[in-house]
């Protein structure tokens, strides 16, 4: 097998553009004044989502790559406490801290240490390619509420 070519397509779905919108693009233009709008029979707000694909991302990354790290409990500490956010800048902030980590994330995705299939030393039989593969995977999953939540609100 090439790992080059699984790097690649590692990077390609955590960027989104193939089977859903890049992921930038979902977020720009986004109707920041609907963010704690919740929409009948529609569990979280697009701030809820933001703020879980943040958190999950950023503890996902720490996991993988910081052997002190401790995971905050679960599902307590993973979803924010208010459904919307403070401020314009409070969810520019959380979006500039999600599109960042994901850089990180694609980073450790085409570096070629430490080896995809490589046990992460800390964990309990994970491997690095697991833990990229469950950022993707989550984050396209809770993308998807985004845009449907941002369609729906612009509608």
């Known amino acids: 097998m090439n790992e080059s ?3 690649e397509q590692l990077v390609s779905q955590l960027e989104g553009g193939q089977a859903y919108l890049p992921v930038r693009e979902i977020f720009e233009g986004f109707p920041v004044e609907c963010a704690g709008v ?8 697009p701030w809820e989502l933001l703020e879980h694909l943040r958190i999950a991302q950023w503890d996902i990354l720490q996991f993988t790559i910081d052997p002190a790290h401790v995971t905050p409990p679960w599902p307590d500490e993973h979803w924010p406490k208010k459904s919307a956010p403070e401020s314009v800048d409070a969810w520019q902030a959380s979006v500039d801290a999600f599109l960042s980590e994901l850089e990180d994330v694609k980073k450790l995705a ?10 992460i030393p800390h964990g309990s039989g994970q491997t690095y390619l697991r833990e990229i593969l469950l950022v993707a995977d989550h984050n396209s999953h809770h993308l998807g509420q985004l845009l449907m939540l941002r369609r729906a609100l612009e509608a």
């Open 38 to 45: 919740r929409i009948d029979s529609i569990r979280h707000t």
């Open 5 to 7: 070519i699984l790097r």
């Open 110 to 119: 085409r570096s070629l240490e430490p080896p995809l299939f490589e046990k």
